[in-house]
């Protein structure tokens, strides 16, 4: 064909309308079969988280998520009104939750398992682009590591859903609307976890620079964007408490008296510790073989971001080397690692995977972890059989009192904080001040947060609703001052036995205990639980 001038030029010449339909209709079809294989992987993983509903529940870790969200409703603020180590996010998130169906741990860990399930979610659609079948494999494996977290609704998992969204977005950025909102997910990341800005850049970079300009600018003004809520809240709480919870005291002040070293840390934990560091080396080597082959290739940029992000998260597993903070680094490292196998098997270039190669990469994976930490594997083993058969019942751990409920440890804990609850209820005046707290307020390594949530007639009286080693008892605290202003004290003697080999078992300013000696009296004692109340 020629243009107007008879020169030779050559026109895009589009297919026949029945070939073109042909191809339209088969990409509806393909894409309808892998987001029906997606669904149907998803739910059939969810189903093994379910059992966690009954768990038990960490005192402090999982009471403030019932506290906090209350708080908001009631118009105060993170930082400004009480003290927390995290992003505003998920407590937004819960708050909205609770006022649309009740301030309950049945809520709070339905939102758990939706960011698992987003998790999942993010994790099969990131990997199906390079095959279903491989999807299906990975999604399983990661599934299978996170089941040890239970369905807490963790502000981390909120942050990682956000930056897989994001990696998905920016992996086949088709316009600066989609660049922006790959942008907008990885500020949101940071309003749930500033401690994740390490992953979001660095996950991020290899897809970043396939990026044209404009829509690099995009994504930066997303980025912006999602980060404005933290910027209007530290106006209304003032910069300085922004700085102090989310930097100044858990990295460099509380720190010291939270990290757990490797010599004390269990055997398998540490062993499972370097299989996630040798995974994460696997994962990365893969990412630059394969971007080394194609520096173009989006699916080879994919892998070194994926392979980047689980190498970004292993500072979380190794600040407090726990079985909970190693799988929120692990999962990451140990879903991808049937990929980069394959990848590595193939020295980095392009392949399209067999069925039996797919196999055998997930199964070696498995089979790997199986052998290396085999109590975490009995761990998930016995979670997963209990998806599927009754198991104990759990109901006398459970302290219910005026229609909220928070499971306990021991029925023994149990029965002893509802005799309790039942006396403070009874003395009490609707608006009087609560304070909680360990007995020894010397040292402040946890809090039974959770107790606030079980009374809602009295208010908190602290800033400290969780208790932090080196910020609620440092010297110069307002901790003294915060107990002085209570009408009722519950202080935790168990609290008193807290041992770990780090500076947490240093003691503090003793004020607050003088407090408590010169102005309350002792009502009664309920197992470790002494309730006091202030001197008339």
């Not at 083993?381 to 499971?407: C, L, T």
């Amino acid at each position: 064909m020629f243009d107007s001038d008879g020169q030779g030029s050559v026109l895009s010449i589009s297919p026949p309308l029945s070939v073109a339909s042909g191809t339209t209709e088969t990409g509806i079809r393909g894409r309808r079969h892998n987001l029906l294989l997606q669904m149907l992987t998803v739910i059939g993983l969810l189903a093994f988280f379910i059992p966690a509903f009954e768990k038990g529940a960490a005192p402090m870790d999982e009471g403030s998520l019932l506290v906090y969200p209350e708080l908001l409703a009631q118009g105060k603020l993170p930082y400004r009104d009480f003290e927390t180590f995290y992003g505003p996010a998920n407590t937004y998130v819960l708050a909205a939750s609770y006022s649309l169906f009740g301030t309950s741990i049945t809520v709070e860990r339905t939102i758990g398992l939706i960011y698992r399930a987003l998790v999942l979610s993010l994790t099969f659609a990131l990997i199906a682009r390079w095959d279903t079948t491989l999807a299906i494999g990975c999604t399983a494996l990661t599934a299978w590591i996170l089941l040890a977290s239970g369905i807490v609704a963790y502000a981390w998992l909120g942050g990682i859903v956000c930056i897989l969204g994001s990696l998905l977005l920016l992996a086949e950025p088709k316009s600066n609307t989609r660049a922006s909102w790959s942008g907008l997910l990885a500020g949101f990341a940071l309003l749930f976890r500033p401690d994740l800005g390490p992953a979001v850049i660095v996950s991020a970079l290899p897809l970043f620079l396939l990026l044209e300009l404009p829509r690099r600018l995009c994504h930066l003004m997303g980025v912006a964007a999602g980060l404005l809520p933290l910027a209007l809240l530290g106006c209304l709480t003032g910069p300085q408490e922004i700085v102090n919870n989310l930097f100044l005291y858990p990295v460099l002040r509380c720190n010291p008296a939270r990290h757990l070293p490797i010599s004390g840390v269990e055997s398998y934990i540490f062993i499972f510790f370097i299989t996630h560091l040798l995974a994460v080396s696997l994962n990365v080597i893969a990412g630059i073989l394969a971007v080394r082959a194609q520096p173009r290739n989006g699916r080879a940029r994919l892998l070194l971001s994926l392979a980047l992000l689980g190498a970004a998260l292993t500072p979380q597993a190794a600040q407090r080397l726990d079985l909970m903070h190693l799988i929120s680094a692990a999962f990451a490292s140990i879903g991808l690692l049937p990929v980069s196998l394959i990848t590595l098997a193939a020295r980095g270039r392009e392949w399209q995977p067999k069925l039996a190669f797919v196999l055998l990469a997930v199964i070696t994976v498995l089979a790997a972890v199986e052998a290396i930490a085999p109590e975490l594997a009995a761990f998930v083993r016995q979670e997963a059989r209990a998806a599927f058969a009754p198991g104990d019942d759990n109901s006398e751990k459970i302290v219910r009192y005026q229609g909220r409920s928070f499971p306990c440890p021991s029925a023994a804990d149990a029965t002893a904080l509802l005799h309790m609850l039942h006396l403070l209820d009874i003395k009490s005046v609707p608006g009087e001040r609560l304070f909680v707290g360990p007995a020894d307020l010397r040292r402040t390594n946890y809090c039974d947060t959770f107790i606030y949530h079980l009374i809602p007639k009295l208010r908190p009286s602290s800033y400290f609703l969780e208790m932090n080693p080196f910020s609620a008892n440092r010297a110069g605290s307002r901790l003294a001052d915060d107990v002085a202003s209570a009408d009722w004290l519950v202080l935790n003697r168990a609290l008193d036995t807290w041992r770990e080999e780090n500076r947490s078992l240093e003691f503090q300013s003793g004020a607050p205990n003088s407090v408590v000696r010169d102005q309350f009296q002792q009502v009664g004692q309920f197992g470790s639980f002494v309730l006091l109340r202030r001197r008339s």
